[in-house]
């Protein structure tokens, strides 16, 4: 799926904060922004503060990302295939057997990411235009105390 890094501190129970790039293979500040986060975790050029928190560094679109392309296949977006359906499990003896019974690549992949998106506290899900654009940054519902005490570390 991804890195997953950890500050020292009890993990049940804590605060995560997932960073995803990718999510369109085309973007390529995303995907570059969760390999340098990555290295400089690793090599201690940054370190998470925060105790109790957990911080997920993860790379969307595996596909779309080899080919450099915004999904795996024409038309396909892993955006669209965040669906309540893709929360529902399906047994890894199915998948193995019928892929046709999960769909696109997409669709196997939000299923794939569900689970840890769905138990995150924050999604910083980094995205790129290919117009002309001053920065913005987009908050899904109202910014509580919770997520500026997130952001602090």
């Not at 990718?22 to 290295?39: A, T």
């Not at 370190?47 to 396909?76: D, H, P, Q, T, Y």
């Not at 002309?132 to 987009?138: G, L």
């Amino acid at each position: 799926l991804g890195q997953r890094l950890s500050a020292l501190g009890d993990v049940h129970g804590a605060h995560r904060v997932t960073i995803m790039g990718g999510v369109h293979g085309n973007e390529q500040v995303g995907i570059e922004v969760v390999k340098r986060l990555v290295n400089d975790l690793r090599t201690g050029k940054y370190i998470v503060r925060k105790e109790n928190c957990v911080l997920n560094l993860v790379f969307g679109n595996l596909e779309a990302i080899k080919i450099a392309k915004r999904g795996s296949a024409a038309g396909a977006d892993l955006n669209r295939a965040f669906t309540l359906d893709c929360m529902k499990p399906v047994p890894k003896h199915v998948l193995a057997a019928k892929m046709e019974l999960v769909g696109t690549y997409e669709a196997q992949r939000a299923r794939e990411l569900a689970p840890l998106l769905s138990e995150s506290s924050v999604l910083v899900d980094l995205h790129a235009t290919n117009k002309p654009s001053e920065p913005f940054i987009r908050i899904a519902g109202c910014c509580t105390a919770e997520h500026l005490d997130l952001a602090s570390w």
